[in-house]
T-cell receptor, first 118, second 109 residues
């Protein structure tokens, strides 16, 4: 089945550095990718929507300059957390909309990235 | 996106028991999805519902799309220890995916 491969699965970085998270769609093209953030024991919060070849759309309250999104190809979207601080520590997950042969559709998720900023 | 009302927040049951959880919304959705998330992993789709009144099964799981299109429930029959995890409902309206707050399920042998 269609899979979104997310990498890395976990990363520890120093405060002030930048971290890049990649999501690749395997065996399907993702013109749109959604980026979520999840705090412990909470639901997923949509951060932004990336569209291949155009600028990302950010949800209210999400800093564009802090969370840089690039969707340069139909199979790759990246989220870069710039100048990371401890409060950016969280679980980040990407998701792509998908249609399957029976006429149904839904969203498939990456396996998530645990970011810890020290 | 808007938050769905998902209940219960957590459940602690014995192996073999049946489980039921539900989601409600003040808005109409075109599609309801149910996901399971294991610790440190992304959500995995369990069941997708596309029509009001639709009842769909996936093994021991059964889910229904409410007639009003504002609610959905998920039942798990004869629970087993590997059912442990967090279950999320999600409603699609247009292109946006709206999540419930999740139901944490614990199953004791």
């Amino acid at each position: 089945g269609a899979v979104v491969s997310q990498h890395p699965s976990w990363v520890i970085c120093k405060s002030g550095t930048s971290v890049k998270i990649e999501c690749r769609s395997l065996d399907f093209q993702a013109t749109t990718m959604f980026w979520y953030r999840q705090f412990p024991k909470q639901s997923l919060m949509l951060m932004a929507t990336s569209n291949e070849g155009s600028k990302a759309t950010y949800e209210q309250g999400v800093e564009k300059d802090k969370f840089l999104i690039n969707h340069a190809s139909l199979t790759l979207s990246t989220l870069t957390v710039t100048s990371a601080h401890p409060e950016d520590s969280s679980f980040y997950i990407c998701s792509a909309p998908l249609e399957w042969g029976s006429g149904g559709y839904g969203y498939t998720f990456g396996s998530g990235t645990r970011l810890t900023v020290v | 996106g808007q938050q769905l009302n998902q209940s219960p927040q957590s459940m602690f049951i014995q192996e073999g028991e049946d489980v039921s959880m539900n989601c409600t919304s003040s808005s109409i959705f075109n599609t309801w999805l149910w996901y399971k998330q294991d610790p440190g992993e992304g959500p995995v789709l369990l069941i997708a519902l596309y029509k009001a009144g639709e009842l769909t099964s996936n093994g021991r799981l059964t889910a229904q799309f409410g007639i009003t299109r504002k609610d959905s429930f998920l039942n798990i029959s004869a629970s087993i220890p590997s059912d442990v995890g967090i279950y999320f409902c999600a409603g699609i309206s247009g292109y946006a995916l709206n999540f419930g707050k999740g139901t944490s399920l614990l199953v004791t042998p």
